[in-house]
């Protein structure tokens, strides 16, 4: 097997010494392979940032390693390229010239080529003249990922790149951020405590809270089947409750979650205490019972329950259920309408066993 593209072994950074002393990240493991993009997910003060200043150099680790390439990190270089939050463009320079101070350390004709290529690949033409002011923020933030990648750099590092633009502009730059990196064929860690981004953006994704990683994996499973409480609320599962294994077999398990019962995939032993995770768009709703045909044919939980709240979330609603235990579902509008729901409405609750994630 080859070895880690990146290599983080052990990290740990703490401020200050003796009792005074605050832990800012604790035993951090990240493999990272070539052309691996990956997204670093948690709330505001979990590291992330820090574990971004690890990497690019800016700051030295209390314990643990850093290795790019097989080679120790032991201060900033050029083999790394980093986007702060804010950009940092410097508004005497154009478009051009940022990108360019990007190349200082290319000959001339190769850092005009240089520049050329990367106002093409981030969609400036026309804009190559202009100074940071006279652009818009999703345009500045294009600017400051050129005078990365202008170095020619062996890893790109984004510190919350998209946190300084308004919604609108920042789901349209998520497409364009993710092809743009791909294209330039640099490997690239992103730091955001959008749950959004990390599930569009990467191809793998880690989940810190408190200063530790709580789980890396491939994006649809860390979002799906998140590994421990923190982690899944981080990713944003709406229903996280405490169960026990009342009956195990053949890979099936059957779970007290309140005073319902719910099946599940798992091959823990009975007695044992465990948390199950459900997102809410995994629980179909049903008016009637008797319109469950066709819909519960192979989803083993069928619960009643009553509907405590609706609220909106985006293009959906927001559905508390009390079904024994608390249950968040999410519906479309008109399905709303189409299944009269309201505060105090009986409905009957559908989730496949599959859709039950069991946390150990």
């Known amino acids: 097997m080859a070895d880690p ?4 072994r052990g ?4 401020y200050g010494e003796g009792a005074q002393a605050v832990s800012a990240l604790e035993s951090i493991d990240l493999a990272i392979a070539e052309r691996e993009f990956v997204t670093i997910v948690g709330p505001s003060g979990c590291g992330k940032s820090t574990l971004l200043y690890l990497v690019a150099g800016f700051l030295r680790p209390t314990s643990g390693s850093i290795r790019l390439r097989g080679r120790p990190i032991a201060g900033p270089g050029p083999d790394r390229g980093i986007v702060f939050q804010r950009y940092s463009l410097f508004p005497w320079l154009t478009v051009r010239g940022n990108i360019g101070f990007g190349a200082t350390a290319a000959g001339t004709g190769e850092r005009a080529a240089r520049v050329a290529d990367l106002v093409r690949l981030l969609g400036l033409d026309g804009l190559a ?9 999703g345009q500045r933030q294009r600017v400051a990922l050129g005078r990365a990648l202008a170095r020619g750099p062996r890893l ?8 300084a633009l308004d919604m609108p502009t920042r789901e349209a730059m998520r497409a364009d951020l993710r092809r743009v990196i791909r294209e330039s064929g640099v490997p690239a860690i992103v730091v955001t405590h959008d749950r959004t981004e ?17 789980q890396v994996g491939a994006v649809v499973d860390v979002f799906d089947r998140p590994a421990t409480e923190d982690g899944a609320r981080v990713v944003g599962v709406e229903t996280v409750h405490g169960a026990t294994v009342v009956d195990s077999a053949d890979g099936l398990l059957r779970l007290r979650v309140g005073s319902a019962e719910l099946a599940a995939v798992g091959t823990q032993a009975i007695g044992t205490s465990v948390l199950v995770s459900i997102r809410a768009e995994d629980v179909v709703l049903l008016g009637e019972p008797t319109g469950a045909v066709g819909i519960a044919v192979s989803a083993r939980n069928r619960l009643p329950g009553r509907v405590i709240a609706i609220e909106p979330a985006g293009a959906l609603m927001r559905v508390r259920i009390d079904c024994g235990f608390p249950l968040v579902a999410a519906v479309t509008r008109p399905a709303l309408e189409e299944l009269h729901l309201q505060a105090g409405a009986t409905v009957v609750t559908v989730i496949k066993a599959p859709a039950v994630n069991v946390i150990a």
């Open 156 to 163: 790109l590092l984004l510190d919350e790149p998209l946190s």
């Open 11 to 14: 990290l740990a950074m703490r």
């Open 198 to 214: 990390a599930l569009t953006i990467g191809d793998v994704v880690g989940v810190m809270v408190d200063g530790s990683m709580r």
């Open 5 to 8: 593209y990146l290599d983080l």
């Open 129 to 137: 003249r202009r100074r940071p002011q006279q652009l818009s923020a």
